[in-house]
C-alpha cells in the first residue's frame, strides 16, 4: 500500500459511522417538534442522555422497560428542559428515541468505509441496543432495553476517558503491541502517542499567544490546569519512551545482521522491519516533541509572570501635565534651571532593557526589514478580528504575486523545455505586461531566484511524499516547495511537470532588469548572474 496510514481506515471510519447514523436517523424527522424540541443540539442532547440511562442499567444488571426510560424523561423535563410534556408524551418520545433513532425501526444499519488496501467499500454492521424478554414479579412479560458493544464504544469515546489518560493508555497499548510483536498496530499507537503531545505543545503556544495579547484575559484556573497537564506529560514521557527507542533500535539491527546473514528476509520480516524503522522515526519525533514540551513549559511560566508583573507596576505609574508641572513652574521661576538635573535624574536611574547575549553574536542575523515585518505580525487588542482580517489579506495577495511570477516562469521553460533567464530578458523587454508578472519588485524576484538557485534539483513526487509523511501549519509567508506543489496540482497545464532544474551558467555574462519597483515604490535596476531553468516532463 502506498500510503501506510490508511491501512486501518474503515476501522476508523466505524467509529465516524457510529455519530453518523444517529444524526441521520434523528435530523429529518419532525416529531421533536412536537415535542419542542427545535434545534438539533437539543435532540442529540436527550438522545445521548437516554443512551446513558441504558448503559447505567446495564452496568448495574438492571431491567430498563420503556416505563423506566419514560419516568426518566419525564424527570429530565421537569427538572431541565422543562418542555410542555405529559408523562405520556415522554414515554412516547423514549419509545421514539430507542425504536426509530437508535434501532432504525428495526431495519439492520450499516455504514461503508472504503478498503484501500482492497480498493473496494466495506459494509459495517452498526447497532447501539439491543432486547431481551423479562419478567416482572414473574408474571408481567415486558421488553428489556441493553446497550450492544457499538453502543458502549459510543458513549465511553465520549467521556469515559479523561483528556490527562489519554497518553497513558496509549502508552500502555503501544508497549502492549510492541511486546506482542505487532508492529504495525504498535505503529498505529505511536503515531497516536506523537500526535497527543503535538496537542498539547499546540495548546502551550496558544496560551503564550493569548497572555501576550492581554495576560487579564488568561485566567488563573486555565493556567494552572495547563501546568498541570505539561508536567503529568513531562513526567510520563522522556524516559518510557527512550527505552521504546533502544529496544526498537535494537530490533531493527537484529533484523538487519539477519538480512546480511541470509542474503534475504522473508516478506514477513521484512514487513516487520518496515514498522519497526516507521516506529523508531515516531519515537525520535515523539522525544523531540518532549523537549519542546519541556522548554514551552518553563517559557510560559516566565511569559505569565513577567506580564503579571508588568500589569502590577502599571497602577503604581503616577501620571502628570509636563506643561502644568515643569514648563509653567520654569516659566515662573528660571532660576530652578540649576535644579532641573533632580527632575530628570529618575529618568536615567532604572535598569537596562537590553544586555548583550553572546550567543546572539553566532547565529544567523536576518534583515531588519523581515524582522519589521514579524513584528507587525504580534496580536494587537485593539478591533484584533479586523487586524488579522486585513493582515491575512495582505499575506495572500503578497503570496498571488510570488504565485504570478513562478507561474510565469514555469510557463515560459514549459514550453521549450529550457530557458535562460537572458533569454527571458529579452522577450519581456517588450511588454511591461509580462515584466510586471514575472518581477512583481524587486524583493520578489530576488528571493525566488535565491531559492531555485539554492534548491537546484527538485523532485515533485520526493515534495509530495514528504508532505504527506509530516504533519506541519501551513506557512504564512513563501515557500518555494509549497508554491511549486501549489502551481502543479492547481494547474492542470502544469500537471506532467516532474521535476526542476536550475544551473548557474558561469560565462562572465550578467542579465540586467532595468526599471523595476521595490517595495518602496522605488524604480531600480537589477544585475544578476544567467541563470538556466530545465523542466523535466513526465514521459
Known sequence: MQFEFLKHFPRRMKNVGLYALIIQNSAQKTIWKQYGFQKLDEQLNMIFAVMLYIMEQSLKEESCVMDDIGSYIDTLN????????????????????????????????????????????????????????????????????????????????????????????????????????????????IKNVFNL????????????????????????????????????TIDET?????????????????????????????????????????????LNRTIDEHQKILGSHFDLKALYTKELEELIQMSFI???SLRAELFDKLMENPQSLENLDFFLRPLFGRDLDKTYNLNKAFQLQRPVKKKQEEDM???????????????ERRRKKKLKRYETSLGFL??????????????????????????????????IFKEIMVELIKNREIDMEALKKERSEYIQDRPGEFQLNEMLLHLVEEYPENSDIKGIEVVRIEDGNTVAFDGVLNEDGIRKSIRCSNVLIRVKRKE
Open 78 to 189: 421537569m427538572q431541565y428542559f422543562r418542555k410542555e410534556m405529559t408523562y405520556d408524551d415522554c414515554r412516547k418520545l423514549g419509545d421514539f428515541i430507542v425504536n426509530v433513532v437508535l434501532s432504525n425501526e428495526g431495519k439492520v444499519m450499516y455504514f461503508d468505509g472504503f478498503d484501500f488496501g482492497q480498493n473496494s467499500y466495506q459494509s459495517m454492521h452498526v447497532s447501539y441496543v439491543a432486547n431481551k424478554i423479562i419478567y416482572i414479579d414473574r408474571e408481567f412479560k415486558r421488553t428489556s432495553y441493553y446497550l450492544t458493544d457499538d453502543g458502549y464504544n459510543l458513549m465511553l469515546a465520549t467521556l469515559e476517558i479523561e483528556s490527562n489518560m489519554k497518553l497513558t493508555i496509549h502508552e500502555m497499548i503501544f508497549q502492549m503491541h510492541l511486546e506482542k510483536q505487532s508492529y504495525d498496530k504498535a505503529a498505529e499507537e
Open 197 to 232: 503531545l503535538r496537542i498539547q505543545l499546540q495548546k502551550i503556544q496558544e496560551a503564550m499567544g493569548k497572555i501576550r495579547r492581554n495576560a487579564l484575559n488568561y485566567s488563573v484556573r486555565d493556567y494552572k490546569d495547563i501546568l498541570k497537564e505539561n508536567l503529568e
Open 238 to 282: 522522556k524516559q518510557k519512551f527512550q527505552n521504546y527507542s533502544d529496544r526498537v533500535k535494537s530490533r531493527v539491527r537484529e533484523l538487519e545482521q539477519e538480512n546480511i546473514d541470509v542474503k534475504r528476509l522473508s516478506a514477513k520480516d521484512e514487513e516487520k522491519l518496515n514498522y519497526l524503522r516507521e516506529i523508531e522515526t515516531y
Open 318 to 320: 503616577k501620571r502628570f
Open 377 to 391: 505580525g504580534e496580536a494587537l487588542d485593539f478591533d484584533e478580528e479586523e487586524w488579522q482580517l486585513e493582515q
Open 410 to 443: 514555469l510557463r515560459e521553460t514549459k514550453g521549450r523545455g529550457e530557458i535562460t533567464l537572458k533569454e527571458i530578458g529579452a522577450h519581456i523587454e517588450k511588454s511591461n505586461e509580462e515584466k510586471e508578472q514575472f518581477i512583481p519588485n524587486t524583493e
